[in-house]
Nanobody, 114 residues
Framework: EVQLVESGGGLVQPGGSLRLSCAAS????????MDWIRQAPGNAPEWVST????????NYASFVKGRFTVSRDNAKNMVYLQLNNLQPEDTAVYYC???????RGQGTQVTVSS
């Protein structure tokens, strides 16, 4: 069974940082690209970033503006999203997802507020 489990969310002040983690199981993790998406209350899901399998090339949504960094550790079946300079508009539930298997995790809440 393909499973994704996120962790690392929380409440931070504007300008703060968080590191989100996603533990993957049930498939050959290193081969597949992984996505991060987010969903704010009342909004549609929004793509944040993708990291490809193998060499791990990356892509980011334009709103990231150099603030977020996606990475992966294929030996540990983990993917990470480092969030820096967080702003209130980044408040959302963040999910990791794998499109080939059409699966995403349960999400982790990120709240940015003073």
């Amino acid at each position: 069974e393909v499973q994704l489990v996120e962790s690392g969310g929380g409440l931070v002040q504007p300008g703060g940082s968080l590191r989100l983690s996603c533990a993957a199981s049930g498939f050959s993790f290193g081969t597949y690209e992984m996505d991060w998406i987010r969903q704010a209350p009342g909004n549609a899901p929004e793509w944040v970033s993708t990291i490809r399998g193998g060499g791990g090339g990356t892509n980011y949504a334009s709103f990231v503006k150099g603030r977020f960094t996606v990475s992966r550790d294929n030996a540990k079946n983990m993917v990470y999203l480092q969030l820096n300079n967080l702003q209130p508009e980044d408040t959302a539930v963040y999910y990791c997802a794998q499109s080939n298997f059409n699966v995403r995790g349960q999400g982790t809440q990120v709240t940015v507020s003073s």
